[in-house]
Structure formats: structure tokens, C-alpha cells
């Protein structure tokens, strides 16, 4: 499934008492939009999606759609480690015009690979849509197996993985072992090069906040067989991508968007800001972007 090659995992703009800030949404959308993503991921991880309601969620979904207007695509995070709970949003979200759904590996739960299957094509038996799979093992502490995923890959609508597992043997058993109509994207920024090489489709990105006209680039480059500029681009990118986690996410790239006039707000508790020590490193990486 091609949802595009570079698409934004984005983040969820706050103001300044910790609401939902639909204003800054739109400016957050334009830029993201007007700087190389080819879609936006709503409401995972880096959208901080344990402290969103389920009404925030779908007035997220309901507002980007409207917005980007067919532009880009949309995906909406509605995963949890919740089965019902995650098919009832599912099954809403579904019905506010975004493009796909992305369901995130079951975190604390640790179901083995049989309750993985059942949750997520229970999930998946809720809409229509488009299903990208999303294995997290760093935050969800399951590390779904190659297995698994090729099973669910099955599924009608189960067209799709983000993978942040941080493994390439294990994305290329994916991709080997799964049909072409069948995608991969890289989960881990710093991996977007290495995975392309491999076979994947794209990336599912962090740093592309606010490095996405580079990383686009990059992607280009690969993908018309420049193989030598990819791989430079690659490597001047690399300190960005690594700023973009130097505390739990998305705490620096929202301070990133803040510092280059992109107004997010702060992360909701119990992330918390970065220090002001973290802060000047990170600048001292962001004046560097060519």
C-alpha cells in the first residue's frame, strides 16, 4: 500500500494550559504539508496519544481531513492496549474521512503472538479502511514476530507495517515474506536510508518536522538510483535525527517547532520540557540545518 513516501508522525499542538489547540493545528498542518510530507500520522506516539481523550481524537481526525482537504494523506492513530476500546474509535475515526487507521502493538498487556492476531483483526474487522501495523517494542515492550506479522498481512485490509523495531534483518524477513502490495515503513528516522535499502517504501518520521524538505530530498535521491547523494544527505541528517530523541519524544521536536517559529506548545504530564541545558544543545544542531 502506498500511502506516500515520507509521512509525519505528527505532533499534538497544546496551548498554554494543556488543551487542544486547534489553531496551532492549522499552522502545524500547513508547514508540515508545505516541507515535504507526503501524509500525517495523527494521534500516535509522538501525538502523545495515552494522554489524548477519545474525543480529542476524533476532533483531531475531523479537523486535519478538513484541512488538508485531499491534499496528503491522513492516518489516524487509534490503537491501545484496550481490544474494544480500540475497535470503538477504530470504527469512528473511520467515519471522519481519513485516509487509513494505524493500530499500535498492545503495551503493558504483553499478549503472545496468538492474542496479537485476534486483537488486531478484531480491530481491523471494524472499518474498511486501510490498516498500517505499528511494532513500538521500545514503548510497548512486545517486539511482534516476523510470524505475525506475515499472518496478519493476510487480512483483507491489513495492508501495511511501521516498523521501529530498529532491526533490518527483521524488517527484510518482512518484506521477503510478504506480498508486493504489502508495505514497510521505517519507524526509526535514522534507519530511513538503510531500510529503503532493503525494500522499504518510506518512512513513518519524527525529524521530518523539521527537516522534511531534506529527508524528501533524500528519499528522491535513493529512489532515482543517486545513491552516493542519498547517502550524504543521510549522513548530514543524522545529528537531527538523533536531537529529535535526545529526551523522551516528542518533547524535543516540539521544542524544535517552537524554536523555529512553528508554535506547538509544551508536552502534556508526565512528559515534561527540556532543560535548559538540553534546550542549547539541541539549537546549537538546528542552526546547522542547511
Do not use: W
Not at 69 to 97: R, W
Request: glycine content about 8%; charged content about 20%; aromatic content about 6%.
Amino acid at each position: 500500500m502506498n500511502f506516500g513516501r515520507v509521512l509525519t508522525a505528527m505532533v499534538t499542538p497544546f496551548d498554554s494550559i494543556g488543551r487542544l489547540d486547534l489553531k496551532k493545528t492549522e499552522q502545524l498542518v500547513t508547514h508540515l504539508v508545505d516541507h515535504g510530507s507526503d501524509g500525517l500520522v495523527l494521534g500516535g506516539t509522538t501525538g502523545e496519544s495515552p494522554t489524548l481523550t477519545h474525543d480529542e481524537k476524533l476532533q483531531l481526525f475531523r479537523h486535519v481531513v478538513q484541512l488538508v482537504d485531499d491534499e496528503v494523506t491522513i492516518i489516524a492513530g487509534t490503537g491501545s492496549n484496550h481490544t474494544a476500546s480500540a475497535a470503538e474509535l477504530t470504527k469512528e475515526a473511520s467515519e471522519t474521512g481519513v485516509d487509513g487507521i494505524m493500530l499500535v502493538t498492545p503495551y503493558y498487556n504483553k499478549p503472545n503472538p496468538a492474542g496479537l492476531y485476534q486483537h488486531f483483526t478484531t480491530i481491523a474487522n471494524e472499518t474498511d479502511l486501510p490498516v498500517m501495523l505499528y511494532n513500538i517494542p521500545g514503548r510497548s515492550v512486545i517486539n511482534m514476530p516476523v510470524e505475525t506479522t506475515v499472518a496478519l498481512s493476510k487480512v483483507a485490509n491489513i495492508v501495511s507495517i511501521k516498523d521501529a523495531s530498529g532491526d533490518l534483518s527483521m524488517m527484510s524477513d518482512i518484506i521477503q515474506q510478504t506480498s508486493d502490495d504489502f508495505s514497510l515503513y521505517s519507524g526509526e528516522d535514522h534507519l530511513t536510508l538503510p531500510s529503503l535499502a532493503v525494500g522499504s517504501h518510506g518512512v513513518v518520521s519524527v525529524a521530518s518536522h523539521v527537516i522534511g524538505d531534506q529527508m524528501k530530498d533524500m528519499v528522491k535521491a535513493y529512489m532515482a538510483g543517486d545513491n552516493m547523494k542519498a547517502a550524504a544527505r543521510h549522513r548530514e541528517l543524522l545529528p537531527v535525527m538523533r536531537a529529535c530523541f535526545m529526551a523522551p519524544s516528542p518533547a524535543p521536536v516540539k521544542a524544535a517547532l517552537n524554536y523555529l517559529g512553528v508554535d506547538v506548545g509544551s508536552v502534556r504530564q508526565p512528559l515534561v520540557d527540556l532543560t535548559f541545558e538540553e534546550f542549547n544543545d539541541l539549537q546549537k544542531v538546528l542552526d546547522r540545518i542547511d
